[in-house]
Every structure is written in C-alpha cells, then in structure tokens.
C-alpha cells in the first residue's frame, strides 16, 4: 500500500519566480492538507483540499494557491517567491468525515536565491 | 502565545533511559492528540494518536492527555540511538487542521 508521496524531492528557485509541488495521497484518502515547516519550526497549515476545493486555509497570503484533481491527488503553486519562502513543504492525507489522523509524505525542500 | 507550546531541546540521554517529552496548548477545542515523529530532512511519521484523557500505551511508547491541565506527554522506555529525532505534538478540534509544536529534538547517546 503506497503511502503519501511528493514530488520533486528539491527544488531551487530564484526571488520572483514560481513554483509548483505535487502530492499523491494514501490509497484509500480523498482529502489533502499542505503545510509549510521552516527550519527548526513546527509545520504550519496552508490550506486543505476536499472535493477539488479548498475547504480551509491557514494564515498565508494568496501567493500561495492549490489545485485537487478527480483522482484526489493535488498541487501547491506558490507565486513571486520570497527568501522567506524557503522551507519543507508536507503534504498530508486523510479520509474526509472520519475521526482518523493525517499522514504525512517526506517533503519537498524548497530553496530560493 | 502560541497555541501549542513544546519545548524545543535539545535533549540528550544516555540508550536505557526513560524520555519524558511534554507540550501544553491553550485551546479548549482541542480533542484529538497527536505525536509524531521526525527524522532529519523527512516528513513527519504518526506515533500516537489519542482522543481522551488517560493513557495509551504501545510498545516502548506511551502518550498521556491530561485535558484539565491542557498538558500532553509522551514517553519512551528504554530509548535506543534509533529513537533519536524531532518529536512533534500536535493536536485538532473536529476540523481536520492540525496544530503542531514546535517540535523536541532527542539525541540518545549509545
């Protein structure tokens, strides 16, 4: 049973450009939270998908956008990159109306110049 | 004030030991408990998940809620060199967001 997988594994941009982040979730799960970990920092939520919408979002400014597929699977696009930007990207899934936890992929570590 | 308050480290213990590792958090809603643990560079792996106060054990782990107190635990029995990581609490209401610490980092000396 494949667990949750990202892609690309790292990633070097420079200030101003744009990137975009991919995640599969865990078989079974339908729904797909992003969350930001800078380093030394706890993760910290940027929005959740369900039902290819956005059904809530953490405190980031609209720079910050994501997309949800039919097959659940989902993207995190973040425009005019900042220094600040640089960090751990998570990807979570879960199954929507259950009381069960999120888990986690490895990440995609996100370097800007 | 942050909503999950944990310690940040680092802990250093000699393998053998008993880990004690604690976060507080401010927020009532807060039902469901999480620990997860971190290895360097990678995603974090779910330890416990627990939904009452009391006690719930696995293996060498043990995650304790006290929701009076607002206080969460988590220990490890005889820790080993592999269990050295970042260990994260985290908590939810009955969203699906979670609410993370900032994290424990344990080194076990062999």
């Known amino acids: 049973d494949a667990g949750v997988t990202q892609s690309p594994t790292h990633l070097i941009k420079t200030r101003g450009q744009q990137v975009t982040l991919r995640c599969s979730p865990k078989?079974?799960?339908?729904?797909v939270s992003w969350y930001q970990q800078a380093l030394g920092q706890g993760p910290q939520f940027i929005f959740q998908y369900y039902e290819e919408e956005e059904r809530q979002r953490g405190n980031f400014p609209d720079r910050f956008s994501g997309h949800q597929f039919p097959n659940y699977s989902s993207e995190l696009n973040v425009n005019a990159l900042l220094l600040g930007d640089s960090a751990l990207y998570l990807c979570?899934?879960?199954?929507?109306?259950?009381?069960?936890?999120?888990?986690f992929g490895p990440g995609t570590r996100l370097t800007v110049l | 004030q942050k909503e999950v308050e944990q310690d940040p480290g680092p802990l250093s213990v000699p393998e053998g030991a008993i880990v004690s590792l604690n976060c507080t958090y401010s927020n009532s809603a807060f039902q469901y408990f999480m620990w997860y643990r971190q290895y360097s560079r990678k995603g974090p792996e779910l330890l416990m998940y627990t939904y009452s106060s009391g006690n719930k054990e696995d293996g060498r782990f043990t995650a304790q809620v006290d929701k009076s107190s607002k206080y969460i635990s988590l220990f490890i029995r005889d820790s080993q060199p592999s269990d050295s990581a970042t260990y994260l609490c985290?908590?939810?209401?009955?969203?699906?967001?979670?609410?993370f610490g900032t994290g424990t980092r344990l080194a076990v000396r062999p």
């Open positions: 985290a908590t939810k209401s009955s969203g699906d967001k979670l609410t």
């Open positions: 078989s079974g799960h339908d729904t």
């Open positions: 979570a899934s879960s199954v929507s109306g259950t009381t069960d936890t999120q888990y």
